[in-house]
């Protein structure tokens, strides 16, 4: 509770270093202006922490503190909401940063009202954690704005950068497949309690098993299909696994799973 309420404390200093400068010219009390950028944070962090956790948000806070030269956009909503204080805020330059899925950087800056420089981003959960997967793009920012970003995102896991073509895919396979891993994950679990393991080491035992896989995968380099055979001895017990899950057309399944999510992400850049 504490480290909540001095996250947030840290995340109101910070915004209100940031915005005091584009209020000096209205007639309106900084103390106001405290109570309504704390409900709004308050919001923003319920967020950040129920899809990211707090390593995600005190990485951002390092981008606040960069003498506001980032403004952060998580969702569609909060563009609109913050269109009006971005199209005052023109004698101070900065950077937009949004994760609104679907939306594309030229939708973005039509919403705030202005050519702003932009990065748009794509994490996941594990950069909760520092493993995440980022993908971004981005448009006239300049090099030292971008590689002070960089930086500042770098904790939160690997990153990539991809033309904005890209980005709704790649949202679909890193953005949502952490859901899927769970579900592979709580799966195996209960294969493994149906075989008479006890919950909570059949769940380490599946968890640090894909966390493993995943390595192998990204550190030797090899193709899924190469390691995945290397596991198969003839007339074996995993074999015998991949042929029933062949059958049960579990490789269709999440194809199709990744397909329906950028699907979806789609539609919501119509909206």
Same mark, same amino acid.
């Given at each position: 509770?504490?480290?909540?309420?001095?996250?947030?404390?840290?995340?109101?200093?910070?915004?209100?270093?940031?915005?005091?400068?584009?209020?000096?010219?209205?007639?309106?009390?900084?103390?106001?202006?405290?109570?309504?950028?704390?409900?709004?944070?308050?919001?923003?962090? !319920?967020?950040?922490?129920?899809?990211?956790?707090?390593?995600?948000?005190?990485?951002?806070?390092?981008?606040?503190?960069?003498?506001?030269?980032?403004?952060?956009?998580?969702?569609?909503?909060?563009?609109?909401?913050?269109?009006?204080?971005?199209?005052?805020?023109?004698?101070?330059?900065?950077?937009?940063?949004?994760?609104?899925?679907?939306?594309?950087?030229?939708?973005?800056?039509?919403?705030?009202?202005?050519?702003?420089?932009?990065?748009?981003?794509?994490?996941?959960?594990?950069?909760?954690?520092?493993?995440?997967?980022?993908?971004?793009?981005?448009?006239?920012?300049?090099?030292?704005?971008?590689?002070?970003?960089?930086?500042?995102?770098?904790?939160?896991?690997?990153?990539?950068?991809?033309?904005? !073509?890209?980005?709704?895919?790649?949202?679909?396979?890193?953005?949502?497949?952490?859901?899927?891993?769970?579900?592979?994950?709580?799966?195996?679990?209960?294969?493994?309690?149906?075989?008479?393991?006890?919950?909570?080491?059949?769940?380490?035992?599946?968890?640090?098993?894909?966390?493993?896989?995943?390595?192998?995968?990204?550190?030797?380099?090899?193709?899924?299909?190469?390691?995945?055979?290397?596991?198969?001895?003839?007339?074996?017990?995993?074999?015998?696994?991949?042929?029933?899950?062949?059958?049960?057309?579990?490789?269709?399944?999440?194809?199709?799973?990744?397909?329906?999510?950028?699907?979806?992400?789609?539609?919501?850049?119509?909206?």
């Amino acid at each position: 509770m504490r480290k909540k309420l001095i996250g947030v404390f840290l995340i109101l200093l910070a915004a209100l270093v940031l915005l005091q400068g584009y209020f000096v010219k209205w007639d309106i009390s900084i103390w106001t202006l405290a109570w309504v950028i704390l409900l709004a944070v308050l919001s923003l962090s !319920s967020f950040l922490k129920r899809h990211f956790g707090w390593g995600f948000i005190y990485g951002l806070l390092a981008l606040f503190c960069l003498n506001g030269q980032y403004h952060f956009l998580p969702v569609s909503n909060s563009v609109v909401i913050l269109s009006s204080i971005l199209s005052r805020a023109e004698s101070r330059p900065f950077v937009l940063v949004t994760m609104a899925a679907g939306l594309s950087m030229q939708q973005i800056r039509m919403m705030a009202g202005s050519g702003y420089p932009i990065i748009r981003m794509m994490p996941n959960t594990p950069v909760a954690l520092g493993e995440g997967m980022i993908q971004y793009c981005s448009d006239d920012v300049e090099p030292e704005k971008m590689a002070e970003w960089l930086a500042a995102m770098a904790p939160a896991g690997r990153l990539d950068a991809v033309p904005e !073509s890209m980005m709704d895919a790649a949202s679909a396979v890193s953005g949502c497949g952490p859901a899927w891993a769970y579900q592979f994950i709580e799966a195996l679990a209960d294969g493994g309690v149906a075989a008479g393991l006890p919950r909570a080491k059949a769940q380490e035992y599946a968890a640090q098993m894909l966390l493993g896989s995943a390595r192998m995968v990204l550190e030797t380099g090899k193709h899924p299909g190469e390691l995945k055979d290397a596991v198969c001895s003839p007339g074996g017990s995993t074999i015998q696994g991949v042929r029933l899950l062949e059958e049960r057309a579990f490789r269709g399944a999440v194809t199709d799973a990744v397909l329906a999510a950028y699907e979806k992400t789609k539609d919501l850049g119509k909206k």
